[in-house]
């Protein structure tokens, strides 16, 4: 039986409402590692997430897992910013369906400024740029599930 992502969501439900601090789970070729404390092990394979209740780090690319790592990682061009995931979910790039986007490429923005929203477990969660410049390029559509430290936009920052 392959895991959906609403099931990898459930799963996430369950978890946040537990006792536990850390969950690795392996079917097959899919590996999934959650942790609340921020904890992600640097030796995980196929597929690993993270959830932390501190600040969000990027995952190290040697925790990343490999498919997305081929899918996902276009090389970033020099000056070029990516803003992260902050969270497993799905991804949201307007506030409703009948909105337009937050963002489309050479759309400027402030530092702090909402870019997408992800959602887990019927919560939503602003997706923000920590720098002001403008958005080159969009590395995901509408409805995708992305996992926690995935880049989603490249941005150029203003010049000082």
Request: glycine content about 8%.
């Amino acid at each position: 039986m392959e895991l959906t992502d609403d099931d990898v969501l459930e799963i996430l439900k369950l978890f946040e409402q537990s006792k536990f601090d850390f969950l690795q789970l392996e079917q097959g070729e899919r590996k999934i590692t959650v942790s609340k404390g921020g904890y992600v092990p640097t030796g995980t394979g196929a597929a690993s997430a993270a959830l932390s209740r501190s600040a969000p780090q990027p995952i190290p690319a040697a925790a990343q897992p490999a498919a997305s790592l081929a899918a996902r990682a276009a090389p970033v061009a020099e000056g070029l910013v990516p803003i992260t995931a902050p969270m497993v979910g799905k991804f949201y790039s307007a506030p409703a369906p009948s909105d337009p986007p937050y963002v489309e490429v050479g759309s400027k923005v402030a530092a702090g400024a909402a870019v997408g929203l992800i959602e887990v477990m019927k919560v939503f969660a602003s997706v923000k740029t920590e720098v002001a410049g403008t958005i080159e390029k969009i590395l995901v559509t509408n409805g995708e599930f992305v996992e926690f430290g995935q880049p989603l936009f490249l941005i150029r920052p203003d010049k000082p």
